[in-house]
């Protein structure tokens, strides 16, 4: 069994910031009610609901969708998968926290506020710090077979840069 951790600085770090998926996939499930609920407002006939999710409700719950919700859990697992298959140590602790961070306020700016280049740099800033902690740990293990992983990222964030670009 490979052992690719030191149990005392591990236990320094918040258990929910041990591994990528913790933050990430309960963040998706929290994120994914809250969604729901608005998304039923909105269709149930509360007009004034519109104001919120971006001015937009189509493209939010699209752009949610994709990039909020399924973008935390295929993050969170890769994330913590990239450990087994280099056997190198993952995101964490603060730099797992920061990341987190990104994903929250850009998930709270795209519900409450309305369309700005601000809310799509720190939207698409989420994605592209996660691709960098990602590359990171397969390229200090050089694990070049997830290479293909480069250019899908690469295309998802100029994808969601497009679809921020014309949302705004």
């Known amino acids: 069994m490979m052992q690719i951790i030191d149990r005392a600085k591990e236990e320094k770090i918040p258990p929910i910031?041990?591994?990528?998926f913790r933050p990430f996939f309960i963040g998706a499930a929290v994120y994914a009610v809250v969604s729901i609920?608005?998304?039923?407002?909105?269709?149930?006939?509360n007009t004034h609901i519109s104001q919120l999710m971006y001015g937009?409700?189509?493209?939010?719950?699209?752009h949610e969708m994709l990039f909020?919700?399924?973008?935390a859990v295929i993050v969170g697992f890769l994330l913590t998968a990239v450990q087994t298959w280099t056997g190198q140590t993952g995101v964490k602790g603060a730099k797992l926290a920061?990341?987190?961070s990104l994903w929250l306020i850009a998930r709270l700016g795209l519900?409450?506020?309305?369309?700005?280049?601000?809310?799509?740099?720190v939207d698409c800033a989420w994605i592209v710090v996660a691709t960098?902690?990602?590359?990171?740990?397969?390229?200090?293990?050089?694990a070049v077979a997830q290479c293909i992983f480069y250019t899908c990222s690469n295309?998802?964030?100029?994808?969601k840069c497009k679809i921020s670009l014309d949302g705004t």
Do not use: K
Not at 56 to 62: C, G, I, M, T, V
């Open 155 to 159: 295309d998802v964030y100029f994808i």
């Open 98 to 100: 920061f990341l987190f």
């Open 111 to 121: 519900i409450f506020s309305t369309p700005s280049y601000l809310w799509m740099i």
């Open 37 to 45: 609920a608005l998304w039923g407002l909105f269709w149930s006939g």
């Open 17 to 20: 910031f041990r591994l990528a």
């Open 56 to 62: 937009n409700p189509l493209w939010w719950h699209s």
């Open 132 to 142: 960098i902690f990602f590359s990171y740990t397969n390229y200090s293990s050089q």
């Open 68 to 71: 909020g919700f399924a973008g």
